[in-house]
């Protein structure tokens, strides 16, 4: 179990573009909380003021929502490109610093800070160790990635998600089952389904 003299950052990803939404979905508002707003809170409760968030599209107004709230940002040149551009910025951003990284996204509200505890917990303090969130019959974020991951992620481009390091046998991956992050908001329905 991870102890407190790990450093653990979280990266909460923000700067897609929302071309299924039809708008910023970063921004938009679930129970009268913009959900990046959200998800930095969530993480901020489990890693305080280490977190970044990376922004790219329309990154005025998601940085107008989060300069006020905890830790900082890191902008995504490429983000046009995919979630993998996202990733590499937010591992580049905490590289060098961070034992461990967790990864979580801006359109999955209903991840419980809960549950990114249970994660940390799940890790052993092993450096080449992955813990992912289960659900949906799948495996992915929120994930922790620890020290050794790091370097690997710094690569990524284009759309490519990091589940393609799960079965990688450098890393040894755990899973902590969490129903409701199976639930990412990619069109005004989805969040309309939860509200």
């Known amino acids: ?17 929302s071309s ?9 508002e679930l129970d009268g909380v913009p959900m990046v707003v959200r ?3 969530t993480a901020a409760k489990v890693c305080g003021d280490r977190i970044v968030t990376v922004v790219g599209h329309d990154w005025l107004s998601v940085l107008s929502m989060v ?14 490109d995919g ?17 461990a990284l967790l990864i979580l996204l801006a359109d999955q509200p209903l991840v419980t800070a809960q549950h990114l505890q249970a994660l940390i917990n799940a890790w052993s303090g092993a450096e080449n160790e992955i813990v992912a969130s289960s659900y949906a019959g799948t495996q992915g974020p929120p994930v922790l990635f620890a020290r050794d991951a ?3 992620l710094v690569g990524f481009s ?13 890393f040894r991956t755990r899973a902590v089952r969490f129903e409701p992050a199976a639930i990412d908001i990619d069109k005004p329905s989805d969040l309309a389904a939860i509200t």
């Open 1 to 17: 179990m991870p102890n407190r003299h790990h450093t653990i950052f979280a990266a909460v990803l923000a700067a897609g573009l």
């Open 20 to 28: 299924r939404f039809g708008a910023t979905k970063q921004v938009t």
């Open 39 to 41: 998800a930095v809170k």
């Open 67 to 80: 300069q006020s709230h905890a830790g900082f940002v890191a902008a995504n040149e490429d983000y046009e």
């Open 83 to 99: 979630l993998g551009t996202s990733i590499a910025t937010a591992a580049r951003a905490c590289r060098g610093r961070a034992d």
């Open 150 to 152: 790091l370097s690997e």
């Open 158 to 170: 284009g759309d490519v998600g990091a589940r393609a390091l799960f079965t990688d046998t450098r």
